[in-house]
């Protein structure tokens, strides 16, 4: 599953048009990490829709759109729990249908599982385009609202009032799995957020921070290498004579040109993307989804960063480029800012940044924050700071997101949500030590019924991907957890 972070935006929509033309939409810059996301096609999986407020909190708002959710039947059993998939910030992939821990449970139980996409994303269009003017009716609470709305007439229209609902979800959607828990709690019996940020923050740098302690899983050299490899660079950007080697090094499509800070912190971010995304899927069994470079590993990247044979480190640096441009076919790597802000703010529901990217940066500025910079020093990059991200925000949306907008609404997501303090019951939250995301969700029981999983040496959302022989045995635990877990809460 995806939270898309802001970051790679353009990897991710690469990824996306490989399988539509998940996301986590994270990709040649895809601002959208928690969430790389991707999509196979699925004759078997039926495409069914729903029709669904435009804006639930405006009862004199009578306009409706068609909202796009899947249904597997097929290990039901008459009076058995109903399992309810989140959909989050990328196109829903009908794959998550026929694979996946929740089916092995659903196995089990005897589940009917259904799978809601959110609104703005996949094929679930609310307005004419993606215009600022209608991006307002994007946000978490018209999506719990979605889901409450759905599972309201959907239980009555199949007789399913009286069966007991959970909710599943992973990264964003596992935030949402848990924020529908804890609003709707006469509507969902239980939850199983993975990997969920829970807590909004503006400045995230604590995410490369855990980066840097993911890379020294494979051995300490790795980050050190990589810090120095960013700090060459950076002291070769210094002088415009090094731009034509600087290009030719890293495969970019144009010749180099640095003509402000948004410019240099953009080029500097997507090299540290590379490492980002890797670090955050790492090992991740996520073949089933259809996505390219599952066997780029921290083990690959620090293999090449500690390769001598390739040069100076900052050569190596420039070979990880190179691996990732071969693995998604691209020729060169585009690291124009002006061609990036187009792009996003580009509205149009055909437009390159429509697969997620220009939905999900606009919920961290209206909503999240979750801006990875690299204001802490102990991480090994440099030179995308948080006001790097912000600017982001009222260079595509418009001037009425500043700082201190973005600010204030990261404040209102906390006191609508609580953050850390969730007060519940029946949510499991599974997360793994390798994933940055972990720092933003809940790592230690709250009470005996809102326990944490953390599963060390793991990545993003790993306890959801299908099982396999290779399984760290710490991993195999926390899936039987999370199924005892089920058996408890479905008994009460």
């Not at 804890?182 to 995410?207: D, G, M």
């Not at 006001?387 to 209102?412: E, I, K, N, R, T």
């Amino acid at each position: 599953m995806s939270v898309c972070k802001t970051y790679w935006i353009k990897m991710c929509l690469i990824i996306i048009m490989l399988y539509i033309s998940h996301s986590s939409a994270f990709l040649n810059k895809v601002k959208h990490r928690t969430f790389r996301t991707s999509v196979i096609s699925n004759a078997d999986v039926e495409e069914l829709w729903f029709t669904q407020r435009l804006d639930h909190f405006n009862g004199a708002d009578g306009r409706l759109w068609k909202q796009r959710y899947f249904i597997n039947d097929t290990m039901y059993k008459t009076g058995g729990p109903v399992f309810l998939m989140i959909g989050g910030e990328g196109p829903a992939n009908p794959a998550w249908m026929q694979y996946g821990t929740w089916l092995a449970y659903a196995q089990k139980l005897g589940a009917l599982c259904v799978m809601l996409e959110h609104r703005f994303y996949g094929k679930s269009h609310p307005t004419e385009d993606l215009s600022t003017t209608n991006l307002v009716y994007l946000s978490s609470k018209q999506a719990l609202a979605d889901l409450a709305h759905f599972r309201t007439v959907l239980a009555d229209k199949m007789g399913l009032t009286r069966s007991k609902w959970v909710a599943f979800g992973g990264s964003y959607p596992g935030s949402l799995a848990t924020w529908f828990r804890l609003k709707y709690p006469h509507l969902v019996h239980a939850a199983i957020a993975s990997s969920a940020p829970l807590h909004a923050v503006l400045n995230f740098p604590e995410y490369l921070e855990v980066v840097e302690r993911s890379l020294a899983t494979h051995s300490p050299e790795c980050p050190l290498l990589v810090k120095n490899a960013s700090d060459t660079l950076v002291d070769m950007l210094k002088d415009s004579k090094n731009y034509d080697k600087i290009s030719k090094d890293f495969r970019l499509c144009e010749t180099l040109q640095i003509q402000s800070d948004m410019d240099l912190a953009y080029f500097l971010e997507v090299l540290a993307g590379n490492f980002m995304d890797v670090v955050q899927y790492n090992d991740d069994n996520r073949e089933f989804e259809g996505v390219r470079g599952t066997n780029i590993t921290i083990k690959v990247l620090c293999g090449l960063m500690s390769d001598m044979s390739l040069g100076t480190p900052y050569d190596r640096y420039a070979s990880v480029v190179h691996l990732m441009l071969n693995t998604f076919a691209q020729k060169c790597l585009d690291v124009s800012y002006d061609t990036y802000r187009r792009e996003m703010s580009n509205s149009s529901w055909d437009g390159p940044a429509s697969g997620g990217g220009r939905q999900w940066v606009y919920q961290t500025c209206a909503e999240f924050g979750f801006y990875q910079s690299t204001d802490s020093p102990n991480q090994p990059f440099t030179g995308f700071p948080l006001q790097y991200h912000l600017q982001q925000c009222s260079d595509v949306y418009g001037s009425s997101f500043s700082a201190a907008s973005v600010a204030d609404a990261v404040l209102q997501t906390n006191e609508n949500y609580g953050g850390y303090d969730i007060t519940s019951s029946r949510i499991v939250f599974p997360n793994g030590s390798i994933d940055p995301w972990h720092m933003l969700g809940i790592t230690k029981d709250i009470n005996d019924n809102l326990p944490a999983i953390f599963i060390k040496g793991t990545a993003h959302c790993a306890n959801m991907y299908p099982a396999r022989p290779e399984d760290l045995q710490q991993l195999t635990y926390a899936r039987d957890h999370v199924f005892l877990l089920l058996q408890k809460w479905l008994m009460l």
